[in-house]
């Protein structure tokens, strides 16, 4: 293999503030970890205390938070959905200012929220306008939104979906077209498109927009196509969802719903895409340009469901994520082999095994795995081009030393497929797997 495959992480419950949908999750400009759950928001501390800084209105729906240095600012997709508060003169010291629902006319609401050369950036929902706040917006009565600062998307007649600063380049996410904007510093509106310069792919589901400061990547398509991911970084993107992937998210039913967040953890940085309805997470790890599947496991132990995390964030020098359900916020960690006590499932399927159309005598199977964990892992096989796998048979991984798990004399093939499934285990990285095998004459 070219590829160590080390196990994905694990987690613990850090926080539970209240029961109910953890919607966003935010590292403050300060370095406060901010949640909102149900419709509590709250402020998380690094002991994993929690202080509520007021409510917004109900529900299980994605929200977006973002803040200039002075103000936090909350978004919900509503017509009236906004809600802003003052921080802290201090870093993570000091109190929130109450929160507030904005009243201000000239807010129309907005599904997505960001931020560019202290303007707060927001989108008209289903409209082709997009508009911004007063720079350095504090409150509705010192710095009430100017009714003029609207701008429309125009190089394609497509509504507006989403928004985000990456670097100092807007994008304006159509439902088929992406625009591209940068800081003109004009007074009648601070920002201009770049001109003959657009993005031929839009954007499927709003909360699958998810960026750092280098790059942007969402679930989007063209005008003559399906769903697939896009990265985007400068003034250009490109598609980076495989085939056989794409294959799986055309065929999902809960596209225009899709979660998509990033986090950083050990130098790699992950996009996760995870279909509520479906049940389904997509990994993307963007330093090594690889995709896997994560899931979590029901009570039961055995059923799949789809990573149970619907936020992310990074504070505190910490990984942390959101529950879909019952309102728990967990510390995401690779010294964690469970998903807050519920084993996590290790697969790895490998390529068809076909010799030149004639059968192979399959002599032995050998895993290269890193030793110190001692758990067993099921090896098994299909020889009907993965319909059917026959039952399987457990190689234990040392404890210590060097040890190469092997299965010998495993029949006769004339298409097979391999793969491993173990649970746990967090040192036991899977380094390669060799077989051992020899055509035979008819």
């Given amino acids: 293999m070219e590829y160590t495959h080390y196990p994905t992480p694990g987690s613990k419950a850090f926080a539970t503030p209240e029961v109910g949908v953890v919607r966003c999750l935010y590292n403050s400009t300060q370095g406060d970890l901010i949640a909102v759950v149900g419709s509590g928001v709250y402020v998380v501390q690094a002991n994993g205390n929690t202080t509520k800084i007021g409510t917004i209105s109900p529900g299980s729906g994605q929200v977006r938070m973002q803040d200039n240095g002075i103000t936090l600012f909350i978004v919900d997709g509503t017509p009236k959905g906004g809600w802003y508060c003052s921080l802290p003169i201090k870093p993570q010291q000091g109190l929130y200012g109450a929160l507030t629902q904005i009243a201000d006319s000239a807010f129309y609401g907005s599904r997505t929220i960001s931020i560019l050369d202290t303007f707060f950036l927001y989108t008209n929902p289903d409209t082709t306008n997009w508009y911004v706040g007063t720079s350095e917006f504090s409150d509705e009565s010192t710095t009430p939104f100017d009714s003029t600062y609207v701008a429309s998307k125009t190089s394609y007649p497509d509504a507006i979906v989403g928004i985000v600063a990456v670097g100092q380049t807007i994008w304006l996410f159509g439902s088929q ?6 800081t003109s510093g004009s007074a009648d509106f601070p920002f201009q498109r770049l001109p003959s310069l657009s993005i031929g792919a839009g954007c499927v589901a709003p909360y699958s927009i998810a960026a750092n400061s280098d790059v942007v990547l969402w679930l989007g398509k063209d005008k003559a196509g399906l769903p697939r991911v896009y990265l985007g970084a400068e003034q250009t993107a490109q598609p980076i969802s495989t085939f056989a992937i794409e294959n799986f998210i055309q065929g999902y039913v809960d596209c225009v719903d899709a979660i998509g967040n990033i986090y950083q953890q050990e130098g790699h940085t992950f996009y996760v895409l995870t279909f509520p309805q479906t049940g389904k997470t997509w990994v993307y790890d963007l ?9 979590s496991l029901a009570s039961d132990g055995k ?11 990074c504070a505190y020098g910490k990984v942390f994520c959101g529950d879909p359900e019952n309102g728990t916020i967990y510390e995401v960690s690779l010294d964690l082999d469970t998903d807050a006590g519920i084993p996590i499932k290790r697969q790895r399927s490998f390529p068809h095994a076909i010799g030149d159309g004639r059968r192979m005598i399959h002599r032995k199977l050998m895993l290269d795995m890193q030793n110190g964990s001692g758990i067993a892992v099921n090896v098994d096989w299909s020889d009907d081009r993965g319909q059917t796998f026959c039952a399987p048979v457990a190689l234990q991984i040392g404890a210590s030393g060097n040890v190469w798990p092997t299965i010998w004399r495993l029949g ?31």
């Fill in 412 to 442: 006769i093939a004339r298409d097979r497929v391999y793969r491993l499934t173990w649970a746990g285990g967090q040192d036991a990285a899977l380094m390669g797997v060799f077989l051992d095998a020899d055509t035979v004459a008819t």
């Fill in 287 to 295: 330093s090594t340009g690889l995709w896997h599947e994560r899931c």
């Fill in 177 to 182: 077209e992406t625009e591209l904007w940068y």
């Fill in 303 to 313: 059923t799949e469901v789809c990573l149970r995390a619907n936020a992310w964030a």
